[in-house]
């Protein structure tokens, strides 16, 4: 594959798990509710944020990305996406940026569960193509990862 094939993949790859803004409009209303969003209602459904789950941007370049959330510290999330964020350089945002979608029930959740808490075993591998494979299906089929109360 050469470099301007690679280059190709890689934006369609990035474009297609980015919403728009109407999209991004309509997820979050789907999320909050039909609520306003607003920075209480955010920190509200951002409260069970946890390793393993499911967030979308909502502020930045990359407003409108669905991440995985490696680890949760001090106000703080480190996001991967297995692409332009892999999992040994997560990217450090703050938990008022990003909102809350699901928690999935998978193994690759599992997995990230417990990298994040020291405990990934040999046998458990964790590859940034899972982490891709699984915000792939996840932004195409939307609430079946997570069940349809997402």
Same mark, same amino acid.
């Given at each position: 594959m ?61 407003k409108?990305?669905?991440?995985? /959330? &490696?680890?949760?510290?001090? @106000?703080?999330?480190?996001?991967? +996406?297995?692409? $332009?964020? %892999?999992?040994?350089a #997560? ?20 997995? /990230? &569960?417990?990298?994040?808490? @020291?405990?990934?075993?040999?046998? +458990?591998?964790? $590859?940034? %193509?899972?982490?891709? #494979? ?17």
């Amino acid at each position: 594959m050469s470099e301007s094939d690679r280059r190709d993949h890689k934006s369609s790859f990035e474009s297609s798990l980015r919403l728009n803004d109407s999209e991004l409009e309509a997820e979050l209303l789907r999320i909050t509710g039909a609520a306003p969003v607003t920075d209480g209602k955010i920190a509200e459904i951002n409260a069970r944020l946890s390793p393993g789950d499911i967030a979308l941007n909502i502020c930045g370049r990359d407003k409108g990305r669905f991440y995985f /959330i &490696k680890s949760v510290s001090d @106000g703080y999330v480190y996001l991967t +996406d297995g692409r $332009t964020r %892999k999992l040994d350089a #997560a990217k450090k945002k703050k938990v008022k940026h990003v909102l809350f979608v699901c928690s999935p029930s998978y193994k690759l959740a599992e997995n /990230i &569960k417990k990298l994040d808490a @020291g405990e990934l075993g040999v046998k +458990d591998k964790l $590859t940034n %193509k899972q982490v891709r #494979a699984a915000l792939r299906d996840y932004y195409k089929t939307r609430t079946d990862l997570c069940g349809a109360g997402a």
